[in-house]
């Protein structure tokens, strides 16, 4: 079992709707779960953090985790064709002072307009 | 505030040869990690440097290498280079602490010949 899981995708929605992007990981100790955003030839940006149980949201943003499942999601509403990228879910492990991040593959999200 | 910066943004290398990366850290960060991302994949940690020792490793040989200094920036080296180490390298800053925001520069291209 891998770390980090995330659907490749490519995952399509039209514009104006709701994507909804998953991701499971594996050690039960990790406090800290991130989003990152990677447009193609571009280095992974940070666009959401979450450390608690239940949802966080950030203008067209949710995070939602859940650590008894071991699953976070991303919610981005009103999607843009600007919001085509690849989505990166990252675990921070090693326990509470963990120092590594362990990344899923990626989805791939495509907005049609 | 200052993002992180790398250098050199391309670098073509042929096998055997040996290369070394630098990275900025952002302006108030402490703690540098390093990532090799090949394509189609997400980062994979490479290693962590805090208060210029190194503080975590992933499963990576020890022809790579590196070094923090005093005002944070920081060096990747690697030796003996190989054809699979052609990737997009990166490096994140962050503020050592119990959450460890990480926030990538713009990464560096290399391909090996």
């Known amino acids: 079992q891998k770390e980090v899981e995330q659907n490749s995708g490519p995952l399509s929605v039209p514009e104006g709707a709701i994507a909804s992007l998953n991701c499971t990981y594996s050690d039960r100790g990790s406090q800290s779960f991130f989003w990152y955003r990677q447009y193609s030839g571009k280095s992974p940006e940070l666009i959401m953090f979450?450390?608690?149980?239940g949802d966080k949201e950030d203008g067209r943003f949710t995070a939602q985790l859940n650590k008894a499942s071991q699953y976070v999601s991303l919610l981005i509403r009103d999607s843009q064709p600007s919001d085509s990228a690849t989505y990166l879910c990252a675990v921070r492990v090693g326990g509470e002072y963990g120092n590594k991040l362990v990344f899923g593959a990626g989805t791939i999200l495509r907005v049609k307009s | 505030e200052t993002g992180v910066t790398q250098s050199p943004t391309h670098l073509i290398k042929t096998r055997g040869q040996q290369v070394t990366l630098r990275c900025s850290s952002q302006?108030?960060?402490?703690?540098v990690s390093w990532y090799q991302q090949a394509l189609g994949q997400g980062p994979q940690f490479i290693f962590q440097y805090y208060r210029e020792e190194e503080n975590g490793r992933g499963n990576f040989p020890p022809r790579f290498s590196g070094l923090q200094f005093p005002n944070y920036s920081s060096e990747l080296n690697v030796n003996a280079l190989e054809l699979d180490d052609s990737a997009l390298y990166l490096c994140?800053?962050?503020?050592?602490?119990?959450?460890?925001?990480?926030?990538f520069g713009p990464g560096t291209r290399l391909t090996v010949l």
């Open positions: 979450i450390y608690s149980n």
């Open positions: 302006s108030g960060h402490n703690t």
């Open positions: 994140a800053s962050s503020w050592a602490g119990p959450y460890n925001e990480q926030f």
